[in-house]
């Protein structure tokens, strides 16, 4: 979690993070923390947060009618999180608090660097773990059939991860962006693959010039970026790769297979970076 507080002419920015918790109850703890730094009571805040459980919770009152209903939802089950939404009403009770939503990932300068505080605070939790050294996590939408799941890590500005042998390279990652919902970022990797289909994009007619390469490849050099088209994510990336004689090849990556392991270093960008069809190339290039 990480909060941005803003009074008169001082800024003031704060983070943490936990294992094994859930997005909603760390967005609760970002709002508890910043609402415990305000050392004037009956101060008049505004609370600007991306997440709309907590805006509408508030702008719509639906605390009021859990503590009404005895802490049970509409559909007569338990307020999830009870112990965090306690602490955040008793201190928005005590001053003249106005939730106000932003949206995510959209360039809102200070929502932006709350997002790099949180990352921030995510990758510290995971660094002082006591089981740091075994603080891999696994994602589940990378689990396909018999396929190993996915490994990995986070670390400041991103993520580690380890694809195991038989994942398919553009799937595993287009599941782990879904995943994280990472709006943009950019990637390095290096591993070994097979099953490799590379590309040449050839201007004349704006076409993929496709080749399919049998056997292990030494994945030399692996690279791209993370944005999206419309709503859809796109994963773009190019590699080289080097055959047991020594010779390589590079161009467009359209996928493989992993042939022994694959790590990867994705980095991820604070704002949503977006995709708009060239006409003169007739590629969806970055909307800069």
């Known amino acids: 979690w990480g909060a941005v507080l803003q009074y008169k002419d001082r ?7 936990e294992k094994n918790t859930t997005n909603n109850r760390m967005e609760l703890t970002a709002c508890i923390k910043a609402l415990e730094q305000v050392k004037l009571k009956n101060s008049e805040i505004e609370m600007y947060c991306d997440s709309a459980y907590i805006v509408n919770c508030f702008r719509q ?3 009021l009618k859990w503590q009404r209903n005895g802490w049970m939802t509409s559909k007569k089950e338990p307020v999830e999180n009870r112990d965090l939404w306690e602490r955040l009403i008793t201190l928005a009770d005590q001053y003249k608090v106005a939730f106000q939503k932003v949206k995510g ?12 505080l949180a990352n921030r605070g995510m990758a ?17 939408l990378a689990n396909q059939g018999s396929v190993p799941r996915l490994s990995y890590r986070a670390v400041e500005g991103g993520y580690l991860l380890r694809l195991p042998r038989g994942a398919r390279v553009m799937e595993a990652l287009l599941n782990f962006v ?3 919902n990472i709006g943009g970022g950019a990637f390095s990797a290096i591993g070994a693959l097979e099953e490799v289909e590379l590309g040449y994009f050839r201007l004349s007619d704006h076409q993929y010039l496709r080749k399919k390469l049998n056997g292990i490849y030494e994945l030399v050099s ?11 994510p796109v994963v773009h990336a190019h590699a ?16 493989g297979a992993v042939a022994v392991t694959m790590e990867v270093y994705l980095m991820v960008f604070s704002e949503k970076i977006a995709r708009r ?8 290039l970055l909307d800069l």
């Open 277 to 284: 069809r060239d006409e003169e190339t007739g590629l969806n």
């Open 222 to 232: 692996f690279s791209g970026n993370v944005s999206y088209a419309g709503d859809q």
């Open 11 to 17: 800024v003031k920015e704060i983070y943490g993070g």
């Open 178 to 180: 879904r995943e994280k």
């Open 105 to 116: 990932h959209a360039g809102v300068e200070l929502n932006e660097r709350a997002d790099r």
């Open 61 to 63: 009152g639906w605390h």
């Open 124 to 140: 510290e939790a995971e660094k002082n773990s006591p089981q740091s050294s075994l603080a891999t996590r696994h994602s589940p």
């Open 240 to 255: 080289v790769l080097g055959d047991a004689d020594f010779q390589t090849v590079a161009g467009h990556f359209f996928d």
